[in-house]
Structure formats: structure tokens, C-alpha cells
């Protein structure tokens, strides 16, 4: 696992500031179409700050999300709203460069077309709950062995809303750079589990062919 990097922050804005510097590079370094999943969350939010107030080619990116919540798009629950509230609003981007999730084959669909001939994403941004998941691929999950790219699955009790739509770990690790965020004290002894590859988490369990950058802040 060489291509596995980690890094460590005092604050969230230092990672926030770093992983954007990461998407940066790789967009600069690539011509053409370059296609990224996002994820929702506290600790992306920084993230999309960082992101906004970077004078970059926005019509060359094509945004996916790496999970969503069955719920509508102007719920605070929905990680698409959050990130349109805090990214796609403050950008220049062609509405058609931006892909809310809709059902799971229809993404998968979409996917393929913006990723054809490689099927590869060029980036993906992920978070990391404190119980080990990421995107919505939570432990005992049908989305953790799925052979497809994106999956409807349902979130474990207790976690709401249930309901929820996945890129799957097939998806993720086809990705030429995928970056991992952790932020707080409470998710110290998870991101080392998944920092070392422990397959007991999901998060452990990425493995993607190209750039691993596993990215932790002491503060959020």
C-alpha cells in the first residue's frame, strides 16, 4: 500500500486547506473533464470553503456525490443541499456538470457516461463516522461486498433518516486519488483503525488503486 499517505492537523482548517491544495494540483495537472465525488457532513464544510475561494476551471468539474439521504434536497439532512448551499453557489459551474443522486441505477448510469473509457473517478473526498463508516457504507452492509457502483441501502437502527443511496467500495476504489477527512477527539481511535487498513471498519476496508491521502485534525 504504498500509495497510502498520512497526515495529521492541529485544526480543521489546516486539513481543509491541505486536501484542498491536493484537489488543486490534481485538477491542474489533468486536461479535459475531471469528475469528483463529494461527501456531506461537518468536516467537509471547511473543505467546501476552502474550495470556493479558489480561482479554478469550474467548468472542467463534474460533481457526483459519494452518498445522499432519501430525503429532499432543501432538508438539512441532505448532504446535495448542504453542498449546493456551500460550494455549487458560490462557483461559476454548468448546472449540467452537477449530479444529485436520483436512484441508484440511473447514477450508475451517469457515472459510467462521465468516467468512460477509464470508469475511474479523478477524485473523491470522503468523511469518516465515529462507528467507522464512510459514504454510506456502514458495517454488515450490502454496499461493502457490492459489485456495483452505486447501491439504495438502509442504514443500520438508530441512524437516520434510513434511507440512503451509496457510491459502493468498487466505485471509490477505482478513483485516481481518493482523500479521507477525520476531524475531534472522538474519531482519533477509528481514523487509526482505518489509517492502518482494519477491516473490521469500512473504512478500513478502501483500498483504491490510485492516491490514499488519510487526513486527521485534532480540533474540528
Known amino acids: 500500500m ?25 485538477l491542474l495537472k489533468k486536461n479535459g ?60 459551474i454548468p448546472p449540467a456538470n452537477i449530479h444529485p443522486p436520483k436512484t441508484a441505477a440511473s447514477y450508475e448510469r451517469e457515472l459510467l457516461s462521465e468516467t468512460a473509457p477509464s ?27 457490492s459489485e456495483k457502483l452505486a447501491l439504495a441501502i438502509t442504514a443500520p437502527r438508530g441512524v437516520k ?11 471509490l476504489n477505482r478513483a485516481r486519488a481518493v482523500v479521507l477527512m477525520a476531524a475531534g477527539p472522538a474519531k482519533r481511535k477509528v481514523f487509526d483503525l482505518a489509517a492502518r487498513g482494519d477491516k473490521k471498519i469500512p473504512a478500513g476496508r478502501l483500498a483504491p488503486r490510485g492516491e490514499f491521502h488519510l487526513l486527521y485534525s485534532e480540533k474540528e
Open 33 to 92: 473533464r475531471f469528475t469528483v465525488a463529494l461527501s456531506g457532513g461537518r468536516t467537509p464544510a471547511l473543505l467546501f470553503k476552502k474550495l470556493a475561494a479558489l480561482p479554478l476551471p469550474w467548468d472542467r468539474v463534474v460533481f457526483f456525490l459519494a452518498d445522499e439521504r432519501c430525503v429532499p434536497a432543501s432538508s438539512r439532512q441532505s448532504n446535495f443541499g448542504a453542498v449546493r448551499r456551500a460550494l455549487f453557489s458560490k462557483i461559476k
Open 119 to 145: 470508469g475511474r473517478l479523478d477524485f473523491v473526498f470522503l468523511g469518516l463516522g465515529a462507528d467507522g463508516h464512510t459514504a454510506s457504507i456502514f458495517r454488515g452492509s450490502a454496499a461493502e461486498k
Open 2 to 26: 504504498n500509495n497510502r499517505t498520512t497526515r495529521k492537523f492541529r485544526t480543521g482548517e489546516a486539513m481543509a486547506g491541505f486536501a484542498a491544495g491536493l484537489f488543486e494540483k490534481a
Open 161 to 171: 433518516p434510513e434511507m440512503r443511496l451509496t457510491l459502493t467500495p468498487k466505485a
